[in-house]
């Protein structure tokens, strides 16, 4: 099963940015979808984008219009362009790799504190 880690996570203002990265022990060229996740505490993981491997990406409403999931299957990595963050982004981001057989792989995850 691919290894994932993720980093790019930190503490950052209201209204700023951040980009994680996950990196991929293998291939990601086979993988149906590369998602991120998120977990608050006291909250359940949701899912805040996909990308397939057609290049089709989804967002969760949540988030729409202000962070942009990419991939370079060249650098076996996927990308979370995170803008205009909200305290309410404030969470441990999990990156997560689908195959077309076999179990979803998941990263450590990444902590995101949005705060003055």
């Known amino acids: 099963q691919v290894q994932l880690v993720e980093s790019g996570g930190g503490l950052v203002q209201p209204g700023g940015s951040l980009r994680l990265s996950c990196v991929a022990s293998g291939s990601i060229v086979d993988m149906i979808a590369m998602s991120w996740y998120r977990q608050a505490p006291g909250e359940q993981r949701e899912l805040v984008a996909h990308?397939?491997?057609?290049?089709?990406?989804y967002y969760a409403d949540s988030v729409k219009g202000r962070f942009t999931i990419s991939r370079d299957n060249a650098k076996n990595s996927v990308y979370l362009q995170m803008n205009s963050l909200k305290p309410e982004d404030t969470a441990v981001y999990y990156c997560s790799a689908v195959p077309l057989l076999g179990s979803s792989a998941w990263g450590q995850g990444t902590q995101v504190t949005v705060s003055s």
């Open positions: 990308i397939l491997n057609s290049g089709s990406t």
